[in-house]
């Protein structure tokens, strides 16, 4: 596997060298859109060959290269946070406290501070660019006995506060509709075909944005712009003009020339950082093609399947499982080198390295789904974890059954579905692949006391120990697939919960401090529960949590999609049969898994799709991804049965695997 030196190697050889070539475009487009931008603040009907001339000779001067240099730094300075802050697995908030503790985040407040200054120096070189009453803080002016003295130019200190709020808007902006995430496009397309597809985007949203923010920034200063004017004059010894309005009024704000270099100004700023953006998602995400296999035991580490296992960072493992997926479908020769055998020895290393780690992504996503549905029941009451948990459902026996001669049960590589920021920040902290979000919070205020039942541990001197509670909970929510798979795989039927004996234990008397601090914390729950604004809240958000499922399914995606591609090549391809050994466990894994889907589907909110964003820049594809995990696994199951037919009779599967694919071979699906 990777290790961490090599991991780092590859982040600088390739993604840095990434980031820094969309940096590298974004600086070189960077003078075509100034000009634009001089143009439109200086535009006039009236005399338009003295405005073109008076933009070139700006365009030239000394206070024009001089904005430049600082707007390059500001640029750099967004790629680089482009590239500390980006993931490929987005951070779903599952409720408004959630969403709430990601914006007061330190690291965010770090970002938004950040973005703030820099919206005020792009604000600042705006203002040096327009010119005429936007140049400077300060002017001279004279007072009423005559004396000269400075007066603030609210003009420069309203545009500089403008640049500023926008700045922090666009960072807050970024954690509510998911701007860090990167995904990737189903279609490849060249770099210039994407980003000449995506400039309208660009455009648009800018332009969409930039007016939302000044609408809102004026509301803001209105009532508190004489807050930074006072502050402003008393630290730089200012003085304001009794002649001149003021602009925190009503008749200051109707300017219509000032509130369109406020609207142009930060559509500059927002199609900048944007168009810095758009290049980084380009370029980081497009095709590497790692080698199947080397001569050289130093390269080793490069290749694909070692590639596969490792963990971190997650961007190469995407990599990698994009890689699988674009030679599984178009490269016949690297195809051959995953069916080829080890020489000396004669063993498929390659195949079966890339299937096992394919064949653990797959477990691992059922494995969430059935924790999923042994928490939610379809009526939305949640049933015990302990029962849930210690149950081992037929279908997940005959799969692990299936694979031990071939590979190891246990999976080598666990994708968790991002919970909030703040368990990023707890290093080394155990995690279940049941994550947050699908946990029902007992704690919570708004937590019934039927749920406390439901999920509260059973007395081992109770005959139910270890077992459901009622039959009532297993007639409501049944089990994901029926025991008689596990009767005809084992050829034993399950052990009754009653005749396992259970060792006897006297319960345990709370002490009265206890109770009495458990009475007092159970009044405080009921007393929070009926307020309004605590419900608001921590309620969870309807589709979040099964968003939060499936947030990390691109990756099974192309799990699904290289697995199914690579067995369809070998009916004609694989010389040597190492395929059709691992054949059994694919089909039954993803059985499995469609089964565990389409049950998910079944649940409240999971088959509305949300309507897409086109005004925003933020990635809504990962709203999506669990339809398209639905479509590709449906589709990859056909492509399997279309190619063998019959021949899959001969597979050895249990009874129930077998009807299920009858319905694939018939298409009836």
Same mark, same amino acid.
């Given at each position: ?427 080394? $902290? !155990?995690?279940?692949?049941? #994550?947050?979000?699908? &946990?029902?919070?007992?704690? +919570? *205020?708004?937590? @019934? %006391? =039927? ?25 409501? $929510? !049944?089990?994901?697939?029926? #025991?008689?798979?596990? &009767?005809?795989?084992?050829? +034993? *039927?399950?052990? @009754? %919960? =009653? ?171």
């Amino acid at each position: 596997m990777f290790s961490t030196e090599q991991s780092c190697l590859f982040i600088r050889k390739v993604i840095c060298w990434r980031a820094a070539a969309s940096i590298a475009w974004a600086v070189l487009l960077l003078p075509p859109t100034t000009a634009v931008f001089v143009i439109l603040s200086k535009f006039s009907l009236l005399h338009p060959i003295q405005t073109v001339l008076e933009c070139v000779s700006l365009l030239i001067s000394a206070s024009a290269i001089f904005s430049f240099i600082l707007l390059c730094g500001v640029i750099i300075m967004v790629g680089f946070l482009n590239l500390e802050y980006y993931t490929v697995i987005p951070t779903i908030a599952c409720s408004k406290i959630a969403l709430l503790g990601q914006l007061l985040h330190p690291r965010q407040f770090v970002s938004s501070l950040v973005h703030c200054i820099m919206g005020i120096i792009v604000a600042w070189c705006c203002a040096i660019t327009i010119g005429v009453r936007y140049e400077t803080l300060g002017y001279p002016c004279a007072q009423s006995d005559g004396y000269p003295q400075m007066c603030l130019n609210e003009y420069h200190l309203i545009l500089l506060l403008a640049g500023g709020f926008v700045g922090f808007s666009h960072s807050l902006l970024g954690v509510t509709h998911n701007m860090n995430y990167v995904s990737f496009h189903t279609v490849q397309q060249y770099k210039y075909l994407r980003f000449k597809g995506s400039l309208p985007l660009v455009v648009k949203c800018s332009v969409t944005q930039a007016l939302y923010s000044v609408r809102n920034y004026i509301v803001v200063y209105f009532f508190l712009g004489y807050i930074p004017k006072t502050w402003i004059c008393r630290t730089l010894n200012l003085h304001l003009k009794s002649s001149a309005q003021p602009l925190d009024s009503i008749a200051g704000l109707l300017d219509l020339s000032l509130l369109y270099h406020l609207w142009i100004s930060a559509t500059f700023l927002l199609f900048t950082w944007y168009m810095t953006l758009l290049l980084f998602r380009i370029f980081v995400t497009e095709v590497y093609s790692f080698p199947v296999q080397s001569s050289f035991t130093e390269e080793s580490h490069q290749c694909l399947p070692k590639v596969l296992t490792d963990k971190q960072p997650m961007i190469l493992k995407f990599l990698a499982l994009q890689d699988l997926a674009m030679l599984s479908q178009h490269s016949p020769l690297r195809r051959c080198e995953v069916f080829s055998l080890s020489q000396p020895g004669g063993h498929p290393h390659n195949w079966n390295a890339i299937s096992k780690e394919c064949l653990s992504l797959l477990a691992d996503l059922t494995q969430r789904l059935v924790a999923y549905h042994d928490t939610v029941a379809t009526n939305g009451r949640a049933k015990s974890l302990s029962s849930g948990s210690e149950r081992k459902t037929s279908s997940e026996t005959s799969v692990t059954s299936g694979t031990e001669d071939f590979m190891s049960p246990k999976p080598t590589f666990l994708m968790r579905t991002p919970a909030s920021v703040f368990a990023r920040s707890v290093a080394g $902290a !155990p995690q279940s692949p049941l #994550t947050a979000p699908f &946990t029902p919070d007992l704690d +919570s *205020p708004f937590a @019934s %006391p =039927a749920l406390r039942r439901l999920t509260a541990p059973v007395d081992q001197c109770s005959p139910w120990h270890g077992a459901v509670q009622s039959p009532h909970i297993m007639r409501r $929510a !049944p089990k994901l697939w029926s #025991t008689s798979t596990d &009767t005809q795989t084992n050829g +034993s *039927p399950p052990p @009754s %919960p =009653a005749s396992v004996p259970s060792p006897k234990q006297e319960p345990s008397k709370p002490s009265f401090l206890a109770q009495f601090l458990q009475n007092r914390k159970e009044q405080v729950k009921n007393f929070l529960a009926k307020r309004v604004l605590i419900m608001y809240l921590f309620n969870k958000l309807p589709e979040a949590s099964s968003q939060a499922l499936f947030a990390d399914s691109q990756a099974h995606i192309w799990a699904l999609e290289g697995l199914s591609y690579l067995v369809q090549a070998s009916f004609s391809e694989d010389q040597f049969g190492v395929v059709q050994t691992a054949l059994p466990s694919i089909l039954s894994s993803m059985l499995v898994l469609q089964e565990a889907v389409d049950r998910h589907f079944k649940l409240p909110h999971a088959s509305s799709k949300p309507a897409r964003s086109t005004s925003s820049m933020g990635d809504s594809t990962y709203k999506t991804l669990r339809f398209a995990l639905r479509a590709t696994l449906k589709t990859a199951i056909y492509r399997i049965t279309t190619t063998f037919g019959d021949h899959l009779n001969a597979v050895q599967m249990s009874a129930e695997h077998r009807k299920r694919l009858q319905q694939f071979l018939e298409y009836k699906e």
